[in-house]
């Protein structure tokens, strides 16, 4: 990637020991260096809070605490402190036995990269603060993240008894990452976790078929350090579930639930709270002609609140926010309509969905308007809302000859959603549409779109607006080889015009706006 300075490169190899037995082994390797942008870096709004804050630094006679925040305020190009490096590696096999089939695999993945921070941060000290801490509040901030994993498969054959297979997985997962300021360790979060599920699935009886199972999850959670926003906490989750479908000539029903036994203690605080939920949806779909498929589906949702919400008191790096939790937040429930239909029309393909959403209690971050060190403070709220959409796709072949296919492919997604009090719900995306013409030869793939993004200024209190941008990609895919899809080679450019953009639905889209223009040329060899 030329925007990133990225280097990346990946390996993985197959290897058939015996007829029934498989083993497996892949690595990557990535680095990066700071996001290129095609403007400043900062949003109108926050420009103008920076330069405000710098006249009055001037006024004070802080002319060094002045220009820093104007060199700030005015800065271009690029994103700081927003390099990385990574990589990987997995391990694995896969084993047949009859009609059953089993496979475990471990992996570790490592992870150095930095963070950038709220610019302005540490210039809004109290009269009279010591230098020091304003210098601290503008050190360095890097991750260096690590994760080992594994995990089993198995698909068991029972037989043609009233289940045919029982499905199985665990995985367990010990994530630690550190934040490093400077060269001094911040901060050190470590998360265990251990998940299970077992599924039987039924042999069709008559016109019904189906599958139930159980699952569990364990989270160890422990965060040590001045920015450990949320305490020590244990998670346990047990739940249980059926997915069940009825047939009868075009048409099927579908019916779903799950019951959810959460518990949430946060030793140090001495707190533990419980939840009992149900889920479960209804629908009925209509196989038309040519593919075509008909839905409606019901649904009454529940979810028990997680313990970053219940828990978190502290700055959260990731997110640069102050976020506070509530203890006492109750379990979030929405009631549920989808409308969909999706298929062919001659040799294309379409999709359309449209959703609306009832929430009670719904959980979400909102920002207060306060500031704590130095950053802004977020908290968890909970109030019903409404949420409703639609979202759209086609892919249509203009042109098809056999050895040359023109297609063209159109994407819409709309989201509105409103608090109880006629609100906006925050971080809501805008409208966006996508139209693309991809021409597909034997020796060639090109394709060129354009991606638009509304104005997003339904917002709430503290909230800014996000303008309206459009993006223009394009790529070409050649396989020298003729009729051999092994070797490819490719190039893109993203973000052709250099337009700055920002993800309204980002807590960081002040400062952080998507990446300017981008040439990326890959190669992939399969053997």
């Not at 007829?19 to 690595?27: M, R, Y």
């Not at 920002?367 to 019903?384: C, W």
């Not at 050895?403 to 109880?420: C, H, I, M």
């Amino acid at each position: 990637d030329s925007a990133t300075n990225m280097r990346t490169s990946a390996a993985s190899l197959d290897v058939g020991v015996s007829s029934n037995l498989v083993l497996h082994v892949d690595g990557s390797w990535r680095k990066s260096g700071d996001i290129e942008i095609g403007g400043n870096q900062l949003s109108n709004a926050l420009r103008a809070d920076l330069l405000a804050d710098a006249e009055a630094e001037e006024e004070e006679g802080a002319f060094e605490e002045a220009a820093e925040l104007r060199e700030a305020a005015n800065q271009r190009g690029r994103v700081p402190n927003t390099g990385a490096e990574s990589w990987t590696v997995n391990a694995g096999f896969g084993l047949i036995l009859g009609e059953s089939t089993f496979g475990a695999s471990v992996g570790y993945y490592d992870s150095n990269y930095g963070v950038p921070g709220r610019p302005g941060a540490g210039h809004h000290g109290e009269e009279g603060e010591e230098e020091g801490g304003e210098e601290e509040g503008e050190e360095i901030v890097t991750i260096g993240l690590e994760q080992f994993r594994a995990d089993f498969k198995g698909d068991i054959y029972l037989g043609e008894g009233t289940f045919e297979r029982l499905k199985l997985r665990v995985g367990y997962s010990d994530y630690t990452h550190t934040e490093f300021e400077g060269a001094e360790i911040g901060t050190t979060f470590d998360s265990t976790s251990i998940e299970a599920r077992a599924e039987l699935v039924q042999n069709a009886q008559g016109l019904l078929r189906g599958s139930t199972g159980v699952q569990f999850i364990h989270r160890d959670f422990f965060a040590e350090g001045a920015e450990a926003y949320v305490p020590p906490n244990l998670t346990d989750q047990l739940a249980v579930f059926t997915l069940q479908e009825f047939g009868t000539g075009p048409f099927q029903i579908e019916a779903a639930a799950r019951g959810e036994f959460t518990n949430v203690e946060a030793q140090t605080l001495g707190i533990k709270r419980n939840f009992d939920t149900f889920s479960g949806a209804l629908g009925v779909v209509y196989e038309g002609v040519e593919g075509v498929r008909i839905g409606l589906n019901g649904s009454r949702a529940e979810r028990a609140p997680s313990a970053e919400e219940l828990f978190a008191d502290g700055p959260h790096i990731a997110t640069q926010a102050f976020e506070i939790g509530n203890p006492d937040l109750k379990t979030e429930s929405a009631w549920g309509l989808e409308a969909y239909a999706r298929g062919n029309i001659g040799a294309g393909t379409f999709s359309l969905t449209a959703f609306r959403q009832w929430f009670n209690d719904y959980i979400f971050l909102n920002e207060t308007g306060e500031e704590e060190d130095d950053l802004p403070v977020f908290e968890y709220l909970q109030q019903n809302a409404d949420f409703y959409g639609i979202e759209a796709d086609l892919s249509y072949p203009v042109i098809d000859t056999g050895s040359f296919r023109l297609l063209t492919d159109l994407r819409a997604s709309y989201v509105r959603a409103e608090l109880a009090d006629d609100t906006a719900v925050p971080r809501i995306p805008p409208l966006s549409l996508l139209g693309a013409l991809e021409a597909q030869t034997t020796a060639f793939d090109m394709r060129g779109e354009v991606q638009w993004f509304d104005r997003q200024d339904r917002v709430t209190t503290f909230e800014t607006p996000t303008d309206s941008f459009t993006l223009v990609n394009a790529l070409i895919a050649w396989r020298p080889l003729a009729d051999n899809k092994n070797v490819t080679v490719q190039v893109a450019a993203d973000n052709i015009f250099d337009v700055t953009g920002r993800r309204h639905a980002s807590f960081t889209k002040e400062f952080v706006p998507l990446v300017g223009r981008n040439f990326r040329a890959s190669v992939r060899l399969s053997f």
